[in-house]
């Protein structure tokens, strides 16, 4: 147990389907992070949220909406997405500020688009 | 921008034998810090160790340490008393120091290990 959970741990959608990936993290961290697992790829940065203002968007395309409503919880809404969006999509947490904070990560969403 | 390169994609090694994971990284940075993560097939990242890079000496967990070479910009991971548990996708990470706002992490490819009974 991390201290952050992420839920569903399965998806499968279809392209028009919209739906949404949810993030709890339970350690008062105050930065959240979405990062997107391919195979035989290195883990890619989405999204930073520090404090709840997003403060990184890594290029990411618009059919992926963040959402951080406070600093426990983050969301990522997916709508009209494509078959190379399947892919485990990790949340981290960590606490910012110090000059020693790794990152928490939850066991991932894993997203299938049919 | 940093990279990190991990260039075993597939390392093996029998229980109780020491195996060593191999991570290169290239930045013009001078203080950042260094991770492992691990990765079962559970999914859940977890770290294994970290080097401040302003610390010559090598960091050591337990049955894991690390040989950081910075002029070299090289990070290995020695698991010494390989055990079962030990099998699962070991990720290479880089952290920059002077990020004030998320401490963005570049990660590796990823090796996966292997530990034979």
């Known amino acids: 147990e991390t201290g952050v959970t992420q839920t569903p741990r399965h998806l499968v959608m279809g392209m028009t389907n919209k739906k949404s990936l949810k993030c709890e993290q339970h350690l008062g961290h105050n930065a959240m992070y979405w990062y997107k697992q391919s195979a035989k790829k290195p883990l890619e940065l989405m999204f930073v949220y520090n404090f709840k203002e997003q403060t990184e968007n890594n290029s990411v395309p618009s059919r992926f909406s963040p959402e951080c409503p406070n600093s426990s919880h983050l969301f990522l809404h997916l709508h009209t997405l494509q078959p190379e969006d399947s892919a485990l999509y990790l949340c981290?947490?960590?606490?910012?500020?110090?000059?020693?904070?790794?990152?928490?990560f939850g066991d991932g969403t894993r997203l299938s688009i049919l | 921008a940093q990279t990190v390169t991990q260039s075993q994609p597939e390392m093996s090694v029998q229980e109780a034998e020491t195996v060593t994971l191999s991570c290169t990284y290239d930045?013009?940075?001078?203080?950042?810090?260094l991770f492992w993560y691990k990765q079962p097939p559970s999914r859940q990242m977890i770290l294994v160790i970290r080097q401040e890079a302003y610390k010559q000496q090598n960091a050591t967990e337990n049955r894991f340490s690390v040989n950081f070479q910075k002029a070299a910009k090289s990070f290995s991971l020695k698991i010494s008393d390989s055990q079962l548990g030990d099998a699962a996708m070991y990720f290479c990470a880089y952290r920059s120091a002077y990020e004030t706002s998320g401490s963005r992490l570049t990660f590796g490819e990823g090796t996966q290990l292997t530990v034979n009974p």
């Open positions: 981290a947490s960590s606490q910012d500020g110090g000059r020693w904070q790794p990152q928490h």
């Open positions: 930045t013009s940075e001078s203080d950042y810090y």
